[in-house]
């Protein structure tokens, strides 16, 4: 069965330093999700992408984050200058069609901890 | 604005006995709701949606769901509960922009 892969599982970086985070959504999906959960928190919508732009944004997504989708695999999420509090479980996540009627499937996360 | 809430944090029930998970959500229009499961180290996998219909949802893993529009409530139910179900439970809503809102999650321990 088709699955969302992402890499790596877990990252380790300094405040300050800038991270991507690499997703491989399922292949024939068009539309993409970036959900966060910091430990003992629920669940947060980031970001969807649709037709190589931003389709909604929480606010959580604000001018140190940004998305890409850099070939016909990959979709990436960068945050620029990491602060101790992006420290969470960020989840990827496609569909095939957009809306809230489709299923979003996830990849098994990437643990992020900012020292 | 939109919201889910789960009430129970952590629950605990024997190795076939029945099980109920509360899932209350607060939207304006005809929700679509959904309940997801994470085991250790996994992602999130859907267990079954709600978009409209018959208020019975059937899902895998031997899940079900009810809609109650009165009480708006999504509560997931499995009639007898296998140690293999342990993990930690998500309800959402989906919401503009086919974004989720989640709830806080249930966690599922299963005693021998």
């Known amino acids: 069965e088709p699955e969302v892969t992402q890499t790596p599982s877990h990252q380790v970086t300094q405040m300050g330093q800038e991270v991507i985070l690499r997703c491989v959504p399922i292949s024939n999906h068009l539309y993409f999700y970036w959900y966060r959960q910091i430990l003992g928190q629920k669940v947060e919508f980031l970001v969807s992408?649709?037709?190589?732009?931003?389709?909604?944004k929480s606010e959580i997504f604000d001018d140190q984050f940004s998305v890409e989708r850099p070939d016909g695999s990959n979709f990436t999420l960068k945050i620029r200058s990491t602060k101790l509090e992006d420290s969470a479980m960020y989840f990827c996540?496609?569909?095939?069609?957009?809306?809230?009627?489709?299923?979003?499937?996830f990849g098994p996360g990437t643990r992020l901890t900012v020292l | 604005a939109q919201s889910v809430t789960q009430p129970d944090i952590h629950i605990t029930v024997s190795e076939g006995a029945s099980l109920e998970l509360r899932c209350n959500y607060s939207y304006g229009a005809t929700p679509y709701l959904f309940w997801y499961v994470q085991s250790p180290g996994q992602g999130l996998q859907l267990l079954l949606k709600?978009?409209?219909?018959?208020?019975l949802v059937q899902g895998i893993k031997g899940f079900e769901a009810e809609f109650k529009r009165s009480q708006s409530s999504f509560n997931l139910r499995k009639p007898s509960v296998h140690w293999s179900d342990a993990a930690e439970y998500f309800c959402a809503v989906g919401g503009q922009g086919g974004k989720l809102i989640f709830g806080q999650g249930t966690e599922l321990s299963v005693k021998p």
């Open positions: 709600y978009f409209s219909g018959d208020t």
């Open positions: 992408f649709y037709n190589n732009e931003i389709s909604e």
């Open positions: 996540a496609s569909s095939e069609i957009a809306g809230s009627t489709d299923t979003q499937y």
